[in-house]
């Protein structure tokens, strides 16, 4: 089953690109000059590219087990057409996390905290929306984990660590970014988490809805300001552009029921 997932995840977004015909999810004036009224400054941009390198910082607020937790984590991957991604994931858990307690068959119940816990990932995912402000997108993710499971024996005076070496997991969750800068971006989602493997205990903490606030700080996008900054402008005066566009629709739809409404009583008169 494992290695089911692990197909469906890679093959997805080449059976999206045979389903889809390619759109720019930019306007494709993008790959000429571009021409800033305000300031008279003519914007060069390269011609875009298909594909491009990802590489990303993934920090996150995670609810598990019934509290909040903390996640660190980054992801690289590959970029196609301003709508697919897929790659490779890693995170690490900051804080332990107190489980259920665990029943032993001679009736004793243990205290357990996850006290060390990693996991890295392989990812898909489909951009609905994308722009120079906002971004939202599905993303599903398969991947393993390894933990240190620390049990306690109140009544003896005992503790112990259990390694737990394999922990599979799949999760799928909708997301959306609002990007304060070019290369920070805080953000919002929501989706469900499923641990596949064995462990009753592991399964109660993790087996759930989530709801996730993360961070992605984006090196690529740094560079470009830095560096590259007329790319960013030109960004910037497109989607200024095509919020004018889009409010200018607006402002004549509105206009024209007004109209119509004012035509229809006059008739009746």
Not at 65 to 83: C, L, N, T
Not at 222 to 248: P, Q, S, W
Request: a positive charge.
């Amino acid at each position: 089953m494992h290695k089911t997932i692990v197909l469906i995840l890679f093959v997805l977004p080449f059976l999206c690109f045979s389903q889809f015909k390619y759109t720019s999810i930019y306007n494709p004036s993008w790959q000429y000059a571009m021409v800033d009224s305000s300031s008279s400054v003519e914007l060069k941009t390269k011609k875009k590219k298909h594909s491009k390198f990802l590489f990303s910082i993934d920090s996150r607020n995670s609810y598990m087990s019934d509290q909040w937790v903390k996640m660190f984590g980054f992801k690289i991957g590959m970029e196609i057409r301003e709508r697919y991604r897929w790659g490779f994931g890693a995170y690490e858990l900051q804080e332990p996390i107190a489980l259920d307690p665990i029943e032993t068959k001679s009736g004793k119940t243990l205290k357990s905290t996850l006290t060390k816990f990693d996991y890295s990932t392989l990812f898909t995912e489909y951009l609905f929306h994308h722009n120079y402000r906002w971004t939202g997108g599905v993303m599903m993710s398969y991947g393993n984990g390894k933990a240190d499971l620390h049990l306690e024996d109140i009544e003896a005076g005992r503790d112990s660590i259990i390694q737990i070496a394999k922990i599979p997991i799949f999760a799928i969750d909708l997301y959306g970014y609002y990007h304060v800068t070019p290369w920070l971006a805080p953000g919002l989602g929501f989706g469900y988490r499923w641990v596949l493997g064995e462990g009753k205990n592991l399964k109660n903490g993790f087996n759930a809805p989530f709801y996730v606030v993360k961070v992605k700080f984006m090196l690529g996008r740094l560079y470009k300001t830095i560096f590259k900054n007329e790319l960013i402008k030109a960004e910037k005066l497109e989607y200024k552009k095509e919020r004018e566009i889009k409010k200018g629709k607006r402002n004549a739809k509105t206009i024209e029921t007004s109209t119509n409404g004012e035509g229809t009583s006059a008739g009746e008169d």
